[in-house]
């Protein structure tokens, strides 16, 4: 059974502090997935990142795969209010179906 | 990308009641998945609705208790039957589409009294 431990489970900052939160596995992933969930609302893809070593960036968010594909981090500078939420990665196995991790609720204090 | 319309989008039912939670797409599909989530938690897959055949459910998830439907390419309900104030918790659906990418409706909010 494929695993994805995403940590730090919780996390708490001020308005302008870098932050960045982890997800790990000792599986390999074909491709993992990061999504934003708000409250009330479902989960929102923001990006896949599917080759090993690979690096996207939207705007102050920055996602990295791992080598190995084993794991991912996602890198936001200068944290907004705006980007509260809870933060979930997600990989595929090569299955249509998703692994997620626990999620990582984060809260911008203005 | 796709989208999704879920309905409802919340209620509140007595125990031993059923609901059917509806899910709609905006384009053809071949993937739709249902999960469960506590509020602020991750998700939970209840099953995968497989068109033209019956659900593919994960552990812990009988066709009793949630039976599904998948008509076409556009559409799936999830029932929650038999419902217990443990059932209280947020369905979504899913689309998927290609390089495993999901599409997710904004959830139904159950509350079992």
Not at chain 2, 92 to 107: K, R
Request: net charge neutral; glycine share 10%.
């Amino acid at each position: 059974t494929q695993l994805l431990e995403q940590s730090p489970q919780f996390l708490s900052i001020q308005e302008g502090e870098n932050l960045t939160v982890y997800c790990n596995s000792s599986s390999v992933f074909s491709s993992l997935q990061w999504y934003r969930q708000e409250p009330g609302e479902g989960p929102v893809l923001l990006v896949t990142v599917v080759t090993g070593g690979e690096v996207k960036k939207l705007k102050r968010l920055t996602f990295q795969f791992g080598d190995a594909r084993k794991d991912s981090s996602l890198h936001i500078t200068a944290a907004q209010p705006g980007d509260t939420g809870l933060y979930l990665c997600a990989g595929s196995g090569g299955s249509e179906k998703l692994v997620f991790g626990k999620g990582t609720k984060l809260t911008v204090n203005p | 990308s796709a989208v999704i319309s879920q309905k409802p989008s919340r209620d509140i039912c007595q125990r031993g009641t059923s609901l059917t939670i509806q899910c709609q797409v905006d384009s053809q599909v071949t993937m739709m998945f249902w999960y469960r989530q506590q509020p602020g938690q991750s998700l939970t897959l209840i099953a995968t609705a497989n068109q033209g055949s019956e659900a593919t459910y994960e552990s812990g998830f009988v066709i009793d208790k949630f039976p599904i439907s998948r008509p076409n390419l556009t559409f799936s309900t999830l029932t929650v039957s038999n419902m217990s104030p443990e059932d209280s918790s947020i369905y979504l659906c899913s689309a998927g589409q290609a390089g495993n990418i999901q599409y997710f409706g904004a959830g139904t909010r159950l509350s079992v009294l």
